[in-house]
Protein backbone atom coordinates (compact mmCIF):
# COMPACT_ATOMS: atom_id res chain seq x y z
CA UNK A 1 0.00 0.00 0.00
CA UNK A 2 0.81 3.47 -0.63
CA UNK A 3 2.26 5.66 2.48
CA UNK A 4 4.19 8.34 3.20
CA UNK A 5 5.43 8.59 7.27
CA UNK A 6 7.60 11.50 9.30
CA UNK A 7 10.04 9.58 11.44
CA UNK A 8 9.02 11.13 14.98
CA UNK A 9 5.91 12.66 16.49
CA UNK A 10 8.00 15.14 18.11
CA UNK A 11 11.77 16.28 18.43
CA UNK A 12 13.37 18.16 20.67
CA UNK A 13 16.61 19.86 20.59
CA UNK A 14 19.07 22.23 21.67
CA UNK A 15 19.29 25.88 20.35
CA UNK A 16 22.20 26.27 17.78
CA UNK A 17 22.40 22.49 17.48
CA UNK A 18 21.40 21.04 13.86
CA UNK A 19 17.66 19.39 13.56
CA UNK A 20 17.42 16.66 11.08
CA UNK A 21 13.34 15.30 10.19
CA UNK A 22 12.72 12.90 8.21
CA UNK A 23 10.29 11.84 5.46
CA UNK A 24 9.94 8.27 4.35
CA UNK A 25 7.41 6.92 1.31
CA UNK A 26 6.53 3.56 0.01
CA UNK A 27 5.08 2.85 -3.54
CA UNK A 28 4.95 6.05 -4.66
CA UNK A 29 6.39 7.37 -8.10
CA UNK A 30 7.29 10.93 -6.96
CA UNK A 31 7.75 13.88 -8.93
CA UNK A 32 8.69 16.54 -6.32
CA UNK A 33 8.93 16.91 -2.79
CA UNK A 34 7.56 20.16 -0.41
CA UNK A 35 8.33 21.09 2.72
CA UNK A 36 6.35 23.10 4.67
CA UNK A 37 5.98 24.67 8.15
CA UNK A 38 2.85 25.12 10.13
CA UNK A 39 2.54 27.00 13.52
CA UNK A 40 -0.28 26.57 16.26
CA UNK A 41 -3.51 27.86 14.32
CA UNK A 42 -2.15 28.90 11.32
CA UNK A 43 -1.94 26.61 7.98
CA UNK A 44 0.98 24.96 6.65
CA UNK A 45 3.66 27.91 4.62
CA UNK A 46 5.58 26.28 2.10
CA UNK A 47 9.06 26.64 2.41
CA UNK A 48 11.38 24.31 -0.40
CA UNK A 49 10.55 22.18 -3.13
CA UNK A 50 12.94 19.48 -4.44
CA UNK A 51 12.37 17.72 -7.76
CA UNK A 52 12.92 13.45 -8.03
CA UNK A 53 16.51 14.20 -9.87
CA UNK A 54 17.97 16.49 -7.54
CA UNK A 55 19.82 15.50 -4.28
CA UNK A 56 19.79 18.56 -2.36
CA UNK A 57 18.60 22.25 -2.02
CA UNK A 58 19.42 24.97 0.50
CA UNK A 59 17.85 28.24 1.42
CA UNK A 60 19.34 30.25 3.78
CA UNK A 61 19.47 27.61 7.29
CA UNK A 62 17.10 24.72 5.60
CA UNK A 63 18.64 22.33 3.11
CA UNK A 64 16.89 19.39 1.99
CA UNK A 65 18.11 16.12 0.17
CA UNK A 66 16.02 13.71 -1.67
CA UNK A 67 17.01 10.00 -2.14
CA UNK A 68 14.45 8.05 -4.24
CA UNK A 69 16.51 5.05 -4.20
CA UNK A 70 16.41 5.09 0.01
CA UNK A 71 12.58 6.41 -0.85
CA UNK A 72 13.21 9.15 1.78
CA UNK A 73 13.67 12.81 2.02
CA UNK A 74 16.25 14.99 5.07
CA UNK A 75 15.05 18.77 6.18
CA UNK A 76 17.69 20.13 8.15
CA UNK A 77 17.72 23.18 10.19
CA UNK A 78 21.17 24.12 10.48
CA UNK A 79 21.92 26.86 13.86
CA UNK A 80 18.69 26.22 15.24
CA UNK A 81 16.66 28.90 17.12
CA UNK A 82 13.89 28.90 19.45
CA UNK A 83 11.99 30.73 16.67
CA UNK A 84 11.86 27.85 14.52
CA UNK A 85 9.69 25.39 16.94
CA UNK A 86 6.82 24.37 14.78
CA UNK A 87 5.49 21.58 12.93
CA UNK A 88 7.40 20.47 9.86
CA UNK A 89 5.05 18.48 7.14
CA UNK A 90 6.57 17.10 4.19
CA UNK A 91 4.07 16.51 0.50
CA UNK A 92 4.97 14.61 -1.86
CA UNK A 93 3.70 15.01 -5.37
CA UNK A 94 3.58 11.68 -7.36
CA UNK A 95 3.00 11.46 -10.83
CA UNK A 96 -0.28 11.55 -12.14
CA UNK A 97 -1.41 11.75 -8.32
CA UNK A 98 -2.63 14.82 -6.04
CA UNK A 99 -0.51 15.84 -3.10
CA UNK A 100 0.20 13.70 -0.47
CA UNK A 101 1.09 14.76 3.25
CA UNK A 102 2.82 13.73 6.22
CA UNK A 103 1.76 13.60 9.59
CA UNK A 104 4.04 16.31 10.43
CA UNK A 105 7.01 16.55 13.43
CA UNK A 106 6.84 18.71 15.72
CA UNK A 107 9.87 20.29 16.62
CA UNK A 108 10.73 22.03 19.88
CA UNK A 109 14.14 23.88 20.23
CA UNK A 110 15.17 24.77 23.57
CA UNK A 111 16.98 27.58 24.41
CA UNK B 1 1.54 38.27 -0.41
CA UNK B 2 -1.39 36.19 -1.13
CA UNK B 3 -4.33 35.73 1.43
CA UNK B 4 -6.48 32.81 1.66
CA UNK B 5 -9.20 33.57 4.53
CA UNK B 6 -11.70 30.70 5.96
CA UNK B 7 -15.14 32.31 7.17
CA UNK B 8 -14.16 31.15 10.50
CA UNK B 9 -11.89 29.85 13.13
CA UNK B 10 -14.25 27.59 15.13
CA UNK B 11 -17.39 26.35 14.57
CA UNK B 12 -19.58 24.11 16.81
CA UNK B 13 -22.40 22.47 15.36
CA UNK B 14 -24.88 19.60 16.13
CA UNK B 15 -25.36 16.19 14.01
CA UNK B 16 -27.44 16.18 11.27
CA UNK B 17 -26.91 20.25 10.90
CA UNK B 18 -26.12 20.96 7.13
CA UNK B 19 -22.54 23.05 7.45
CA UNK B 20 -21.09 25.52 5.43
CA UNK B 21 -17.19 26.45 5.22
CA UNK B 22 -16.43 29.44 2.81
CA UNK B 23 -12.70 29.80 1.66
CA UNK B 24 -12.08 33.02 -0.31
CA UNK B 25 -8.32 33.78 -2.25
CA UNK B 26 -7.38 37.20 -3.52
CA UNK B 27 -4.77 36.11 -6.00
CA UNK B 28 -6.67 35.01 -8.99
CA UNK B 29 -5.71 31.15 -8.42
CA UNK B 30 -7.40 28.29 -10.96
CA UNK B 31 -6.75 25.78 -7.77
CA UNK B 32 -8.64 25.48 -4.89
CA UNK B 33 -8.39 22.79 -2.43
CA UNK B 34 -9.97 21.11 0.57
CA UNK B 35 -8.36 19.30 3.47
CA UNK B 36 -8.87 18.01 6.59
CA UNK B 37 -6.47 17.35 8.99
CA UNK B 38 -6.67 14.99 11.86
CA UNK B 39 -3.58 14.17 14.95
CA UNK B 40 -1.38 11.52 13.30
CA UNK B 41 -3.22 11.15 10.13
CA UNK B 42 -1.58 14.25 8.18
CA UNK B 43 -3.63 16.51 6.07
CA UNK B 44 -6.42 14.51 3.42
CA UNK B 45 -7.68 15.94 0.05
CA UNK B 46 -11.33 16.05 0.58
CA UNK B 47 -12.36 17.87 -2.76
CA UNK B 48 -10.73 20.18 -5.20
CA UNK B 49 -11.39 22.43 -8.35
CA UNK B 50 -9.39 23.63 -10.83
CA UNK B 51 -12.05 26.40 -12.23
CA UNK B 52 -15.00 27.71 -11.89
CA UNK B 53 -17.96 25.40 -11.86
CA UNK B 54 -15.56 22.52 -11.90
CA UNK B 55 -15.26 19.88 -8.64
CA UNK B 56 -13.17 16.78 -8.66
CA UNK B 57 -13.10 14.23 -5.45
CA UNK B 58 -10.55 13.75 -3.16
CA UNK B 59 -9.00 10.60 -1.14
CA UNK B 60 -12.29 11.13 1.20
CA UNK B 61 -15.24 12.93 -0.48
CA UNK B 62 -17.45 10.87 1.25
CA UNK B 63 -20.56 13.17 3.42
CA UNK B 64 -18.55 16.26 1.64
CA UNK B 65 -19.78 18.20 -1.65
CA UNK B 66 -18.50 21.37 -3.06
CA UNK B 67 -19.37 24.46 -4.88
CA UNK B 68 -17.15 27.05 -6.93
CA UNK B 69 -19.77 29.67 -8.22
CA UNK B 70 -16.64 32.08 -8.50
CA UNK B 71 -12.84 32.02 -9.10
CA UNK B 72 -12.02 33.03 -5.54
CA UNK B 73 -14.54 31.30 -3.34
CA UNK B 74 -14.39 27.74 -2.74
CA UNK B 75 -17.20 26.44 -0.07
CA UNK B 76 -17.47 23.17 1.72
CA UNK B 77 -20.73 21.25 2.30
CA UNK B 78 -21.35 19.07 5.00
CA UNK B 79 -24.90 17.33 4.11
CA UNK B 80 -25.88 16.23 7.46
CA UNK B 81 -22.98 16.87 9.87
CA UNK B 82 -21.79 13.74 11.92
CA UNK B 83 -19.40 13.33 14.82
CA UNK B 84 -16.70 11.52 12.61
CA UNK B 85 -16.21 14.72 10.87
CA UNK B 86 -15.04 16.77 13.79
CA UNK B 87 -11.46 18.27 12.52
CA UNK B 88 -9.56 20.86 11.34
CA UNK B 89 -10.51 22.00 7.99
CA UNK B 90 -7.94 24.04 5.76
CA UNK B 91 -8.39 25.66 2.44
CA UNK B 92 -5.45 26.06 0.02
CA UNK B 93 -5.21 27.87 -3.48
CA UNK B 94 -2.63 27.39 -5.97
CA UNK B 95 -1.92 28.85 -9.55
CA UNK B 96 -2.40 26.60 -12.10
CA UNK B 97 0.58 25.75 -14.76
CA UNK B 98 3.65 27.00 -12.33
CA UNK B 99 6.34 24.21 -11.53
CA UNK B 100 6.35 24.59 -8.26
CA UNK B 101 2.81 23.98 -7.25
CA UNK B 102 2.99 26.05 -4.12
CA UNK B 103 -0.30 25.75 -2.10
CA UNK B 104 -1.36 28.96 -0.12
CA UNK B 105 -3.36 27.49 3.05
CA UNK B 106 -5.78 29.42 5.26
CA UNK B 107 -5.64 29.65 8.71
CA UNK B 108 -8.34 27.03 9.07
CA UNK B 109 -11.84 26.21 10.36
CA UNK B 110 -11.56 23.59 14.08
CA UNK B 111 -14.93 22.25 13.57
CA UNK B 112 -16.28 20.22 16.13
CA UNK B 113 -19.67 18.36 15.94
CA UNK B 114 -21.74 17.51 19.23
Known amino acids: SQKIEQNSEALNIQEGKTATLTCNYTNYSPAYLQWYRQDPGRGPVFLLL?????KEKRKERLKVTFDTTLKQSLFHITASQPADSATYLCALKPYGQNFVFGPGTRLSVLP | DVKVTQSSRYLVKRTGEKVFLECVQDMDHENMFWYRQDPGLGLRLIYF???????EKGDIPEGYSVSREKKERFSLILESASTNQTSMYLC?????????????FGAGTRLSVL
Open chain 2, 92 to 104: ASSLSGSAKNIQY
Open chain 1, 50 to 54: IRENE
Open chain 2, 49 to 55: SYDVKMK
